[in-house]
């Protein structure tokens, strides 16, 4: 297993960053902060930092597929069409209206182009909420009895969906048919014990390896199609949440951390929490895939 190291992008001290995406058509980077109720943007080199102040918590967000800039937005009540330009906003669904204890968690767009997100309970951790895959015509329930949705993703050709509930350190695959979005019987990916924290949000490369930030692991790790961990990269942050692949070239690993929780001793021990991380894999010949993006109708916003 090789270990690289990540260096500091930009240093936004966020509560909780997450949700990081490299969107092409604008040549920047996007993530949001959560509890912050921001949405954040640079460029490639972490330069022109631009937020814009959000009505609530945005968990993650998928840019839609007709260049308009527009995104389909998880927000802690629901999903909304978005424009993180201008901050207008519209609502398409309201999640889980009969638990007023969860709020929706991590989520990306699938190969067929639907916005897959989950849950989380934020009062007990138990597991009531679900993962719903939105296709802009409804919604479909693909998983139960979830604690915190994490490291959703799937496999360059559409066929697994891979998914965390990070309570139980788990990482599972599932079978997925491509078209429909139906999942099959999950298996164990991944098992992390107590010392390697545990599974926080992911992103797949062009090879199938499946990238994994570890909150309060301090790192990310690349797992190889078969489970095999792969190449680490370490963080000077423990509570590291989210990661995608960017760049002009898709060969930089980008990496979000958070301050949330942390004591006065532990902010500083580690003074870098919260920002934004990078770490250059052009040398180790990885590339990512293009982010994928929602291709369901999403109504006008005035």
Same mark, same amino acid.
């Given at each position: 297993?090789?270990?690289?190291?990540?260096r500091?992008?930009v240093?936004?001290g +966020?509560?909780l960053?997450?949700?990081i995406?490299?969107?092409?058509? %604008?040549?920047r980077?996007?993530?949001?902060?959560?509890?912050?109720?921001?949405?954040?943007?640079?460029?490639?080199?972490?330069?022109?930092?631009?937020?814009?102040?959000?009505p609530?918590?945005?968990?993650?967000?998928?840019f839609a597929? %007709?260049?308009?800039?527009?995104?389909?937005g998880?927000?802690?009540?629901?999903?909304?069409?978005? /424009?993180?330009?201008?901050g207008?906003?519209?609502r398409?669904?309201?999640?889980?209206?009969d638990?007023?204890?969860?709020?929706?968690?991590?989520?990306? !767009?699938?190969p067929?182009?639907?916005?897959?997100?989950?849950g989380? =309970?934020?009062?007990d951790?138990?597991? *009531?909420?679900?993962?719903?895959?939105?296709d802009?015509?409804?919604?479909?329930?693909l998983?139960?009895?979830?604690s915190?949705?994490?490291?959703?993703?799937?496999?360059? %050709?559409?066929?697994?969906?891979?998914?965390? /509930?990070?309570?139980t350190?788990?990482?599972?695959?599932f079978?997925?048919?491509?078209?429909?979005?139906?999942?099959g019987?999950?298996?164990?990916? *991944?098992?992390?014990d107590?010392s390697?924290?545990?599974?926080?949000?992911?992103?797949?490369?062009?090879?199938?390896?499946?990238?994994? &930030?570890?909150?309060?692991?301090?790192c990310?790790?690349?797992?190889?199609p %078969?489970?095999?961990? =792969?190449?680490?990269?370490?963080?000077p &942050?423990?509570q *590291?949440?989210?990661? !995608?692949?960017?760049?002009?070239?898709?060969?930089?690993?980008?990496?979000?951390? +958070?301050?949330?929780?942390?004591?006065? &001793? /532990?902010?500083?021990?580690?003074p870098?929490?919260?920002g934004?991380?990078?770490? /250059?894999?052009?040398?180790?010949?990885? @590339?990512?895939?293009?982010?994928? @993006?929602?291709?369901?109708?999403?109504?006008?916003?005035?």
């Amino acid at each position: 297993m090789r270990t690289l190291e990540a260096r500091l992008l930009v240093p936004t001290g +966020a509560v909780l960053a997450e949700g990081i995406q490299w969107n092409p058509d %604008d040549g920047r980077l996007w993530w949001t902060d959560i509890h912050a109720r921001l949405v954040l943007s640079c460029d490639a080199d972490g330069r022109d930092l631009r937020s814009l102040a959000l009505p609530e918590r945005l968990t993650a967000f998928a840019f839609a597929a %007709d260049g308009s800039g527009r995104t389909i937005g998880a927000f802690a009540s629901g999903l909304f069409v978005y /424009d993180p330009r201008t901050g207008a906003r519209a609502r398409l669904t309201t999640f889980e209206p009969d638990l007023p204890q969860t709020r929706m968690n991590d989520g990306r !767009c699938d190969p067929d182009g639907a916005f897959v997100v989950g849950g989380m =309970d934020e009062v007990d951790l138990a597991p *009531v909420s679900r993962v719903i895959r939105f296709d802009g015509a409804g919604e479909t329930t693909l998983v139960s009895g979830i604690s915190i949705t994490n490291a959703v993703g799937f496999s360059p %050709d559409g066929t697994a969906m891979y998914l965390a /509930d990070s309570p139980t350190r788990t990482i599972w695959r599932f079978p997925r048919e491509p078209g429909t979005g139906a999942l099959g019987e999950r298996s164990v990916f *991944v098992r992390l014990d107590e010392s390697e924290g545990v599974p926080d949000g992911a992103c797949v490369d062009a090879e199938g390896g499946l990238w994994n &930030a570890r909150f309060d692991g301090g790192c990310v790790q690349r797992y190889r199609p %078969d489970g095999t961990p =792969d190449i680490r990269v370490t963080v000077p &942050a423990r509570q *590291v949440t989210c990661c !995608c692949l960017g760049g002009p070239n898709l060969d930089r690993l980008y990496v979000t951390t +958070a301050r949330e929780s942390l004591s006065p &001793a /532990d902010y500083a021990n580690q003074p870098l929490a919260g920002g934004i991380f990078v770490c /250059d894999l052009a040398g180790e010949g990885i @590339r990512g895939l293009p982010e994928r @993006r929602f291709a369901g109708p999403l109504p006008a916003l005035g």
